[in-house]
């Protein structure tokens, strides 16, 4: 069995609302040196098997046709011991 982590982020260039809601609440809360927040969705996929080339193909087709908004998304993939 193999653990597959799928991050899924805004792209760099899209208002991230809530990071900026975040962000106001760490100063009502007094916390300082946070200089930015961005907040992202995190999918952990546990395979049957092992993560071949083929099953991880699948899972990137799947994490930009599913799992993400290319246009205003990216992602990251990667296997987890």
Avoid: C, W
């Avoid at 899209?14 to 040196?33: E, K, S, T």
């Avoid at 969705?41 to 699948?58: M, S, V, Y």
């Amino acid at each position: 069995m193999a653990r597959v982590v799928v991050d899924v982020m805004l792209k760099p260039e899209i208002l991230d609302p809530q990071g900026r809601a975040v962000m106001g609440a760490f100063a009502r809360l007094d916390v300082h040196g946070v200089a930015d927040v961005r907040q992202g969705k995190r999918f952990e996929i546990t395979l049957d098997g092992d993560a071949t080339d083929a099953a991880l193909a699948d899972l990137h087709r799947m994490a930009e046709e599913l799992l993400s908004n290319p246009v205003i998304e990216s992602y990251t993939l990667r296997v987890e011991d």
